[in-house]
């Protein structure tokens, strides 16, 4: 009898641990993803920000998996799934057949019916939209150190977060940090003061998913670093040369969506029941309906914990849901029943500059330089490979020293002029 086949669509937080728990099992595994790469989404902001180079937080897929021989990577893009044929179909025109299929695919930004608005605000979601950002920042600060009229080279000084999660808090306090003190000392044409960062958001609070105490830390702590946090403010329009907001208009070419997320086509086109945002309704073994060999986890995945809140769309939850699913194949193939999926809380952070964060770990809240620590550990606890691990532990310790930034490159010859 041949080996079952397990199809893994996405190499992210979800995807790769359940191919690391059927690692060197009788399944044949086969992980599909438009990137050779896994990316430890969590610190792509400080890519993003010239704090870590695109190496530091991602890993060739096929360099995990070297020694585990059933498990094979495939560089594509699935188009279709066919639920019934039991095959998926790649944007080339490969067909892989499957006994099982892991939908682990992530979430896209979502633009709310504004999609023209992606081109002047781009997501940070892939290294891609990371380097667009760094390059973008780094661009509009030689423009400015260019113009001598001060309101001029205003629009250049001026930045733009969209969004008041972790994502937006932790983006529009790192470039606080560059724009305040990092990088100023190195511009002979403009003084630090006349940058201004905005973090715009249409509720009433950052880091809504926090608690109240924290959430209002978290403001405290950004408006003191010099961050202009803008709150029940909607956005009304973007456009290529700023955002316009329902009393003012901020000029400025630099704007980073970090307001929301939604399906991806794939999942999108599945034809399952999904919640507002796109995410698959799955039940309670992160199974489809009708079809207990089809699963979803991670950010595409609507799953409620036991007081019927839905999970948040974060690495931990991924990567439990994979491990849980890992463990649930390798019992199917023992005959043994299926256990229902329970998520372990372990609490939540998020950081906002040097030294800056928020924690909640167990009920236990956490704040400033403490918080900051721990959320470090454990984000370098998480990177794969001891090379990720120390690098990115030494660029911490030379930053948190030296106040200095190292990747400051412009590279593409595109970047280098930006038009307000």
Excluded: C
């Excluded at 390798?330 to 299926?338: A, F, L, Y």
């Excluded at 470090?376 to 948190?400: D, M, T």
């Amino acid at each position: 009898m041949p080996n079952k086949k397990v199809v893994i669509i996405g190499g992210g937080f979800g995807g790769m641990n359940v191919a690391k728990s059927l690692a060197n099992t009788s399944y044949e595994v086969t992980i599909i993803d438009k990137a050779n790469h896994h990316l430890f989404q969590p610190l792509l902001y400080q890519v993003a920000t010239a704090a870590l180079s695109p190496g530091d937080i991602a890993t060739p897929i096929r360099s995990v998996f070297t020694k585990q021989k059933n498990v094979k990577v495939v560089l594509g893009e699935v188009v279709e799934v066919s639920k019934t044929d039991q095959v998926v179909q790649l944007a080339e025109g490969d067909v892989i057949p499957f006994d099982y299929l892991v939908i682990a695919t992530g979430a896209e930004y979502n633009y709310f019916g504004n999609d023209d608005w992606e081109k002047s605000a781009p997501g940070l979601k892939s290294l891609d939209d990371a380097l667009r950002i760094r390059e973008r920042i780094l661009v509009s600060l030689e423009q400015a150190e260019k113009i001598h009229d001060l309101e001029d080279r205003k629009p250049y000084l001026t930045f733009v977060v969209i969004g008041g999660g972790p994502t937006g808090v932790e983006m529009a306090g790192s470039i606080a940090e560059i724009a305040k003190r990092n990088m100023m000392r190195d511009y002979r044409n403009f003084h630090r003061n006349e940058t201004n960062v905005y973090l715009v958001e249409a509720a009433s609070g950052v880091l809504n998913g926090f608690s109240e105490s924290l959430s209002d830390n978290a403001l405290e702590t950004l408006t003191k670093m010099g961050v202009h946090v803008l709150l029940n403010s909607p956005v009304e329009e973007i456009r290529k040369d700023g955002v316009q907001l329902k009393n003012q208009f901020i000029e400025t070419p630099n704007i980073i969506w970090a307001a929301g997320v939604s399906g991806t086509d794939l999942t999108n086109n599945l034809g399952e029941e999904t919640d507002r945002i796109g995410r698959i309704k799955v039940n309670e073994d992160l199974s489809i309906p009708n079809h207990p060999n089809i699963f979803v986890i991670g950010d595409a995945a609507y799953f409620e914990d036991e007081k019927g809140k839905p999970l948040a769309g974060v690495a931990p939850v991924a990567m439990q849901q994979g491990k849980y699913l890992g463990k649930l194949l390798k019992n199917e193939s023992n005959g043994t029943n299926r256990k229902p999926f329970k998520y372990v809380d372990k609490g939540t952070m998020a950081t906002i500059g040097r030294a800056k964060a928020v924690a909640d770990i167990k009920g236990f809240k956490l704040t400033g330089f403490f918080a900051w620590l721990i959320w470090g550990v454990i984000h370098i606890f998480f990177l794969i490979g001891f090379r990720n691990r120390f690098r990115v532990f030494a660029e911490w310790i030379w930053h948190y020293i030296t106040f200095k930034r190292g990747v400051r490159l412009i590279a593409h010859k595109e970047n280098r002029e930006v038009e307000t």
